[in-house]
């Protein structure tokens, strides 16, 4: 049975846009499908850009109602009012994260197919924990795959979310959720739509957690 929790449903995380315009529409026709958690990753831009970038997101996800995340900056969640910051495994410590953005910032920690590495992360003060790539990704081909066992497992004996991310798309995702995914992390499957499909995607992701899944 899925745990309940407040982080549940799409978790859409952003491509590198330099076209700040382009980013706007892409989140703004995603939060429209009713996602309500979105993640700030570009990889590709320099601190000024990002700044701008991240500074629109956390204005729209405000007037939506939705939780912005910063991949893999502290400095930059805190500067932009951001809900919480998603550390990798470079990308400094939990510990660290939960100090400087306090107790109610959202932690996401990558524990890729590590169970011991998931175990120190909810240890540490994580507000959920990353499994992935889950299916073989264009983002990170070279990630090691976490298995649909090792969702399940989180699942059952660490008392945070499980988010899941690498390769999801609609028609693999609900084996994910059955496993006890409380977050699907999608890229590519989302943006690289256009707009009204962006959102017919994102209402579609969410059904999922509703039970409804795609014939």
């Given at each position: 049975m899925m745990r309940k929790s407040t982080l549940s449903g799409l978790y859409a995380i952003t491509p590198?846009?330099?076209d700040t315009p382009a980013l706007i529409r892409a989140v703004t026709a995603v939060l429209d499908g009713g996602c309500r958690l979105l993640q700030y990753r570009n990889k590709t831009a320099d601190d000024t850009l990002r700044h701008a970038q991240?500074?629109?997101?956390?204005?729209i996800c405000t007037a939506y109602g939705a939780r912005l995340m910063i991949n893999d900056d502290i400095t930059l969640a805190e500067s932009v009012g951001a809900a919480g910051v998603h550390l990798g495994q470079d990308d400094?410590?939990?510990?660290?994260?939960?100090?400087?953005l306090g107790k109610?910032?959202?932690?996401?920690?990558?524990?890729?197919n590590d169970f011991a590495r998931a175990e120190r992360a909810a240890a540490a003060g994580?507000?959920?924990?990353?499994?992935?790539?889950v299916y073989a990704s264009p983002s990170k081909p070279r990630a090691p795959l976490a298995?649909?066992?090792?969702?399940?497992?989180?699942?059952?004996?660490?008392?945070?979310?499980?988010?899941?991310?690498?390769?999801?798309?609609?028609?693999?995702?609900?084996p994910l959720v059955a496993a006890g995914a409380n977050l699907l992390a999608v890229i590519s499957d989302l943006f690289q739509l256009t707009p009204t499909q962006m959102t017919q995607r994102a209402a579609a992701y969410q059904k999922l957690f509703q039970g409804e899944f795609p014939t």
């Open positions: 590198d846009f330099a991240a500074t629109a997101l956390q204005a400094g410590e939990v510990a660290f994260a939960r100090k400087m109610v910032a959202i932690i996401g920690a990558s524990c890729y994580a507000s959920y924990i990353a499994f992935g790539a298995p649909h066992t090792l969702i399940a497992r989180a699942h059952a004996k660490l008392p945070l979310p499980v988010c899941v991310i690498g390769g999801i798309t609609l028609a693999n995702a609900a």
